[in-house]
């Protein structure tokens, strides 16, 4: 698929996407050879990034949702993305 993905002339419409994009994969799945495909469609993002995550396949968030929770929201405080606020903090 992300082999696909760069070679469709649909690839060059990713430079007009202008929210944050986070394209994660396990090292163990099916698409152990993505990073560098990965990176590529991560680069034709204005705000992509590419992570593979260690021991995980194709169903990461169902093996260890705690990692593609912490990878999602280390993503997000990177882009600078607050999703709650305690309510005790000002604009809360």
Known sequence: VYEM???HPAFSAL?????PVLLLA???SDFATL???MGRIA???PHGESQVLQGLDHFG????PQAVARAVMEFLQRQHIRLWAPPDEPGA
């Open 5 to 7: 993905a760069t070679a």
């Open 15 to 19: 430079a007009s996407v202008t929210c």
């Open 26 to 28: 396990g090292d163990e």
């Open 35 to 37: 990073d560098d495909r």
């Open 43 to 45: 680069d034709a993002l």
């Open 61 to 64: 968030p169902m093996e260890d």
